[in-house]
């Protein structure tokens, strides 16, 4: 069978174009196939992305890369019943490790460095099934029949190559979904300042949370919400986010909207990924952390995209690309997985509705207790073991749950 690249990579989002910048600096033919006219025209807006593996990607990429702004203060904010609200912030000026970006700028550019590279990016390349033939994996597509020895699904949460293979199932109840809004806005802000707030509780009813970044000019107004519990929220579903921005009182020009899935596994609970001749990397692989304070996917996709294409080279060199394991050894070694596996006792407790409902419901009280002065007034601790009693927690499982998330 002939072969029309060593690697194949579909999806040309950040987990794709790192594979395949990868692979090409370690000498391999890299094909990626995109469905949008551009890398970056179909994925979710913006968001923030901690800088490690990009840098290790492209080493100077802090002074080429189209990053909008350091984040230097983050700002936590519960919403309570009764219009009260517990937040608080913490500043850290000067600190350059993670940056808002704007994935159509973003994506593009890390496009045009693969292709300086000599990857060939085929846009507007639609995979539309996949068959394993001798050798390797023959994908068809809109634009005609391909086939490669080692294929990195890199399509993101629909993983359509494991799907079209039979490896996998469309799998919702494994998703959250993620809807955003890019607010042009003044940003009244130094330009090495920028502000992530991530908010609990403003739209009753979803499990989730929501989350402000603060670009160059522009606010990125989102929310990641999980699907079960959408029926019981206050809001439709498609009004979410507007009902979410509306609370937060923000104002100005809608530039562009956009709602995705987001994968919700978990370390125990990830699909397969690998199998002979084919690799997932990214969200294909399920590769997210939302442990309360932080959603990341980014560095995952592009530290994940790195490994797959050291795996492809390693591969290529013995000459047996069914042996894809080695892909998932060097997994285990590097942070990906290691901070999949710490986020995991974190991610159990955020799951918990008492995490995000009944703590800051109890916190508010114990707050409002502590601010009101009457003649009836009573010891903190007995005010703070009263509340969680009222929420039908006791003091031990409140202990257990602080010393989970602290893991
Ligand atoms: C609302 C929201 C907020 C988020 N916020 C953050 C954040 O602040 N920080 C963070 O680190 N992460 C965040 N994430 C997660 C992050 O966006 C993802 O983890 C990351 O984009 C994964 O990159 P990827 O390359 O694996 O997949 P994607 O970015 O989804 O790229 C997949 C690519 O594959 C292409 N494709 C799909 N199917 C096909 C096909 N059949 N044929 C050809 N091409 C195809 C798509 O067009 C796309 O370009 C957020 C996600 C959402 C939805």
Known sequence: MSFDADVIVVGGGLGGLSAAITAAKEGLSVIVLERGDYSGAKNVSGGRMYIHALQKLIPDALERAPLERPITKETFEFYCSNDRKLSFSFEEKGKKNSYSILRAKFDRWLASEAENLGVLISYSTLVTNAQRETGGINLETNRGNLRAPLVIDASGVTSVVFRYLGLR???????????????????????????????????????????????????????????????????????????????????????????????????????????NNLIAVGDSAGFLINDGFTIRGMDLAIGSGMIAGLAAKKLKEINDYTKTDVYYQMLKESFVLRHLELAYNRFSVINDPRTLVSYPEVLCNVLTDMFTVTEERKPLMEVALQRLKEKDISLTKALMDLMRASK
């Open 169 to 275: 199932k469309f799998t919702p109840d494994k998703w959250m979904l993620g809807a955003k809004e890019i607010i042009k806005t003044d940003v009244n802000l130094p330009e090495d300042e920028g502000e992530v707030r991530t908010i609990v509780a403003a739209v009753k009813g979803v499990k989730g949370g929501g989350f402000v970044y603060t670009n160059k000019d522009t606010l990125s107004v989102g929310m990641a919400v999980t699907f079960d519990s959408l029926p019981k929220s206050e809001v439709p579903a498609k009004d979410l986010v507007e009902a979410f921005r509306e609370k937060l009182g923000i104002e100005g020009e809608i530039l562009e909207y956009s709602a995705h899935a987001i994968p919700y596994f978990g370390y125990r609970n990830l699909p397969p990924l690998y199998d």
